[in-house]
C-alpha cells in the first residue's frame, strides 16, 4: 500500500492540507495517510522543527507533502531551530535536488493576475530550481562581531558541477517532453558560480541534448521577461535562490501564489516532496481563507511523479481546472470562497 506522509506545518499549512485529505482520500482510497508535525509547532512541542522520526519516515514513504512552515513567533529561535531550518533539513535529507515549480494560467483565470490577458493567458511555464545547494547551504556562514565591534554577516554561494548537472539534466529531459527549449538564468557576468553553471549546462547540452534549445539569460533580465512577455519560456532553469524569487514573480502570472504548486525529486525511485511554493501565510491564518488549489495541485504532481498515477493527476487538475470554469474563487483570486468551500468546489468536479 503506498504511503503519503502530511506535513501540515504552520499557519495555513494546516487550512490547506486538510482540503488535500479530503481529495486524497477521495481519489485514491488505498493510499495511506501519516501525519507529523513539522516546523514550528513541531519545534513548540518537540523542541525542533524536523525530528530523526520524521525525516526517517519522510524517507520511508512513497511521498512527502507539506503544507508551509514558519511564522513570526519563531523569527528569533536560534537560526538551526527555526522551521525554515527544519524545511532545508527535510530537501537535503531526501535528496530532493530538482525542484520542479509549473506556472500554468488556468484559462479561467486570465483575468485574475494584475498582468493583463494578453500577457499572461495560455501561460505554461515549468521552472526547475536547484533546491540542495548555492547560498542556501553553503558554508561559511554566520554572523560574526569584529574587532573594532561593527557585526559582519556571511554567506556563500558555492555550486561542484555534478550539483549543477543533475538538475540541468532534469531540465532538459522535461523540455524534450514539453516545447523542447531551455532558458538558464543565472548571473554569469557577476559570479564565479553563475560562470561555471552557463559552462556545465552548455557542456551537458551538446554532449546529451543538442537537439533541446539552450538559452542563456541573466536573472535579472529573467525577472523582467517573465513580466514583460513571460510566454516566451518554456523551461526555466535556475539556481536555488534565483529560483525562489523567479517562481513567486511566475506565481503572480497565474493569479495568485495560493495556485503554484511544486514538486521535488531527487534520485530515481526514492520518494519526492511535494508543496505549495506558498508560506503560512501569518496575515490570514486561523481565518479559513487561504486558497488550497497550490496544495491540492500539489498532491496532483505527487500522483503523477511518486505515486505512479498519472491518470489521476489529469483527473484531479481537470477537476481543478472545471472548478474554476464554474467560478469557484478565493478571496485571493477575487472571490469570496472559504478553503473549506473550494475543497467542496473540487471534490463536486471529481
Ligand atoms: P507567504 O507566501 O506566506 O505570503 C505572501 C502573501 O501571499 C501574503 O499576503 C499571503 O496572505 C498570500 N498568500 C500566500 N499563500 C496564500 C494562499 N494559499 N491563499 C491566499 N493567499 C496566500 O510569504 P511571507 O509572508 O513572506 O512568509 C511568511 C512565512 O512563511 C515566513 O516565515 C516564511 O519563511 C515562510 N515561508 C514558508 C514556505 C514554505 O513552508 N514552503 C514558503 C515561503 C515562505
Ligand atoms: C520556498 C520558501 C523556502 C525557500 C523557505 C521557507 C525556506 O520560500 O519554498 O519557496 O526559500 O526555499
Ligand atoms: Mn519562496
Known sequence: MPTLLLLPGDGIGPEVTAQVRRVAERIMPELTLETRLFGGCSFDDLGTPL????????????????GAVGGPKWATAPRHLRPEAGLLNLRSGMGVFANLRPALCFPALADASTLKREVVEGLDIMIVRELTGGVYFGQPRGVETLPDGQRRGVDTQVYTTSEIERVSRVAFELARGRRNKVTSAEKSNVMETGLLWR?????????DYADVTLEHMLADNTAMQLVKNPRQFDVILTDNLFGDILSDEAAQLTGSLGMLPSAAIGVAGSPGLYEPIHGSAPDIAGQGVANPLAAILSFAMALRWSLGRADLADRLTGAVESALSGGARTRDLGGSLGSGEMGDAVLACL
Open 51 to 66: 525530528t530523526d522520526e520524521a525525516l526517517a519516515l519522510a524517507r520511508a514513504s512513497d511521498a512527502v507533502l507539506m
Open 199 to 207: 559552462e556545465v549546462v552548455t557542456a551537458l547540452r551538446a554532449r
